[in-house]
């Protein structure tokens, strides 16, 4: 039965590494979401050719554009959330809930 603390660490490593496999992808998403609604006035034509064209422009670190402070958010979050859950669920079988 794993610590809090090790629920903690591991929630934690879960949320990074979450977030840096699919981090260039919500980049993506997000560019095509801001992109203008008027067709005639759209930067990207379509998904590929908004990842083409950042890669193209900004090279791969250029699809990880604000991941620093998305990781930030998301490494203590996702570590709380897995020491929650872990609390919680240790407060149930104490209980015999």
Not at 63 to 91: M, Y
């Amino acid at each position: 039965k794993p610590t809090l603390w090790a629920s903690f660490v591991g929630g934690s490593a879960a949320g990074l590494g979450f977030w840096a496999s699919v981090y260039p992808l919500e980049l993506i998403k997000s560019r095509m979401q801001a992109d203008a609604s008027d067709k005639a006035q759209r930067q990207y034509r379509g998904f590929m050719h908004c990842l083409r064209t950042t890669l193209a422009q900004e090279g791969v670190r250029g699809t990880f554009k604000g991941f620093v402070p998305c990781v930030t958010r998301a490494v203590p979050v996702n570590g709380a959330i897995f020491l929650a859950v872990s609390w919680a669920k240790s407060l149930i079988s104490d209980e015999g809930i």
